[in-house]
């Protein structure tokens, strides 16, 4: 028997693309996945194919390749499909030290549950820009699919995903 399939099936949150990424999160980006041991060298980038995405994704490979850092591939997904098959198989591909994401909650946790249902993708060596960091993320995704996801705020803070929460830590804790 199949096993059922890892579609959000009823988003009660809008599909709306996400803002901008800030000076201050990209550089907290950088210093997190810099601070992780065994050392992260290199990384597999994915977003959603908004520009505000698109733009953060492009702005991390600049500065992670500046400090010496590879980017094996960049894969992008869309807010809403049929399937996340595709991507999330080519995003879990070439066994990275790191994934490094942007996108829309909608699209990401389409995609995070895609990739949790399919492949050996592991949350806890995946970072993420401030847009896959809010409460919709942990509730669309549901339990369990993204635990130990961290990633970087606007403001420069941190924040975690558990199994029913999101911590937030701010920038004076970096």
């Known amino acids: 028997m199949p096993s059922p399939s890892p579609l959000v099936r009823a988003p009660q949150v809008a599909a709306a693309a996400p803002a901008g990424h800030t000076a201050a999160e990209l550089a907290t980006l950088i210093d997190l996945l810099a601070a992780r041991r065994p050392r992260i060298e290199a990384v597999t980038l994915g977003h959603g194919r908004d520009p505000a995405s698109t733009a953060a994704v ?10 010496g850092g590879a980017v094996l591939t960049v894969v ?8 996340w098959l ?20 909608l699209g990401w946790a389409q995609m995070s549950r895609r990739l949790r249902h399919s492949t050996t993708w592991d949350p806890a060596r995946t970072f993420a820009f401030a ?12 339990p369990g699919t ?29």
């Open 58 to 67: 492009q702005a991390f490979a600049h500065a992670w390749r500046a400090r």
């Open 76 to 83: 992008s997904w869309p807010e809403t499909a049929a399937s």
């Open 86 to 105: 595709r991507p999330a198989r080519r995003f879990a591909a070439g066994d990275p030290d790191a994934w490094v994401v942007a996108g829309a909650a």
């Open 131 to 142: 847009s896959i960091g809010g409460t919709d993320i942990v509730r669309l995704a549901g």
């Open 146 to 174: 993204l635990d130990g996801l961290r990633g970087a705020a606007a403001d420069g803070g941190t924040w975690q995903l558990g199994r029913h929460s999101i911590t937030y830590a701010g920038p004076e804790a970096s």
